[in-house]
C-alpha cells in the first residue's frame, strides 16, 4: 500500500500578486511547524512538492530536520489564475469577494468552464487532468512508499473530487481557510482505497 500525505499549504502573504513566489506569512511560518510534528512518525521515505514558494515552504521545515531533499513536480502547481480577476482589485472587498465566489461554484458545478470575457486561465478539469498525471507516475515510482506532496487547495480538491464525485464547492469553501492542511490517501497500485481529511488546529 502506498499512503501519500497531500500538505496543503501554510497561511501565506497575498499582497505578493505573483503565485509562484508568494512566501508564507510569519503565521505561516510558525503554524507549518504543526505540519513537522504530524508527519515525524509516519515513516516518511520522499518529499515532493509544487515548485510554488508556499508549498514548499511548508513542508521544508519537515525535510530539512529529516534530512529530505524536497523533488519538485511541476504539475502539482496551483491553477493558473484567470487575470481578468486582478483587474477587480479596485472594486469594494466585498463586492469582489462575491463576484470570485460566484465564478468559484461555477466552475465546480462545470469543471470545463472559463468565462468567455476573460483572460484565459484554467479550468477545473485542467487542473485535475495535470495533478492526476503527476500522481499517477509518483504512485508508480513510489509504490508501497509514504510519501509527501506540498500542494495547494484548488488542486488538492481536484484530486479528492477525481476519487470522491461528492466533494464539490460546499467542501472546498469549507477547507478555504484551513491551512495548512493535510490530506491522507491510501493507494493500491494506482487505486484509491481510502481518503481521510485532518485538521492540524483541532
Sequence with gaps: MTKVYFIRHAEADNYVRDGRIRPLTEKGLVDRKLVTEFLQDKNIDAVLS???????????????????????????????????????????????????NEFLERQWADFSYIPSDSDYGETLLEVQERNIAALNEVLTRYKDKNIVIGTHGTAL????????KTYGYDDFMAMVNILPWVVKMSFDENSCIEIEKINLFV
Design 157 to 164: 480538491s481536484t484530486i479528492i473530487n477525481y476519487y470522491d
Design 50 to 100: 509544487s515548485p510554488f514558494k508556499r508549498a514548499v515552504g511548508t513542508v521544508a521545515d519537515f525535510a530539512e530536520k529529516n534530512g529530505f531533499e524536497i523533488e519538485m513536480v511541476e504539475d502539482f502547481r496551483e491553477q493558473k489564475s484567470i487575470s481578468a480577476f486582478d483587474k477587480k482589485n479596485d472594486l469594494d472587498p466585498i463586492i469582489r469577494k462575491q463576484i470570485i
